[in-house]
T-cell receptor
Framework: KAGVTQTPRYLIKTRGQQVTLSCSPI?????VSWYQQTPGQGLQFLFE???????NKGNFPGRFSGRQFSNSRSEMNVSTLELGDSALYLC???????????FGPGTRLTVT | AQSVTQLDSQVPVFEEAPVELRCNYS??????LFWYVQYPNQGLQLLLK??????LVESINGFEAEFNKSQTSFHLRKPSVHISDTAEYFC?????????FGTGTRLQVFP
């Protein structure tokens, strides 16, 4: 069974631009969560989607948004990029709420 | 609010020596606890988990962790480490379907 895939793996953007990251969960998994990992703040929860509905949201500004499609694939969008948005963005999928989460390799975003 | 504390940011150890990575959590309710490992330039891999039942949980590569409710701890141990165990280790607690992570412990194994 294929694991969680994230595209692109690496991305360089400039301040003010917007970016969209994609996550394909493990087949059959309906829950997708997003996390941001930075050296300063560590791993922080962004949001979680289940059956196309956002069920949980972390403490991030409204510039961070996401969505989930009917096939459970998820995208996250960051608008008006800031230097501090440079991070590894990790996606995790699980069968259902509260079950074990499996992580993808991440998308490394660099904002210049 | 739940939180996770990993007191040691780095743990250097020689190959074949034992190691313990410490994790303490704060929670007033039942918890699910996890240890994840992250190798350079990779995502997180689940190492082991405690959901219920036996307080001692083991992974397939020789790591084990013990859930201690009275001390609110979930320390990770391995009796004999290998060079390939060099990685970052994260302890996490699940809270309303999201994971709350500790700041991580960098395990560096020297030959």
């Amino acid at each position: 069974k294929a694991g969680v895939t994230q595209t692109p793996r690496y991305l360089i953007k400039t301040r003010g631009q917007q970016v969209t990251l994609s996550c394909s969960p493990i087949s059959g998994h309906r829950s997708v969560s997003w996390y941001q990992q930075t050296p300063g703040q560590g791993l922080q929860f962004l949001f979680e989607y289940f059956s196309e509905t956002q069920r949980n949201k972390g403490n991030f500004p409204g510039r961070f948004s996401g969505r989930q499609f009917s096939n459970s694939r998820s995208e996250m969008n960051v608008s008006t990029l800031e230097l501090g948005d440079s991070a590894l963005y990790l996606c995790a999928s699980s069968l259902a709420a509260g079950s074990e989460q499996y992580f993808g390799p991440g998308t490394r975003l660099t904002v210049t | 609010a739940q939180s996770v504390t990993q007191l040691d940011s780095q743990v250097p150890v020689f190959e074949e020596a034992p190691v313990e990575l410490r994790c303490n959590y704060s929670s007033s309710v039942s918890v699910y606890l996890f240890w994840y490992v992250q190798y350079p330039n990779q995502g997180l891999q689940l190492l082991l988990k405690y959901l219920s039942g036996s307080t001692l949980v083991e992974s397939i590569n020789g790591f084990e962790a013990e859930f201690n409710k009275s001390q609110t701890s979930f320390h990770l141990r391995k009796p004999s480490v290998h060079i390939s165990d060099t990685a970052e280790y994260f302890c996490a607690v699940e809270n309303t379907d999201k994971l709350i992570f500790g700041t991580g412990t960098r395990l560096q194994v020297f030959p």
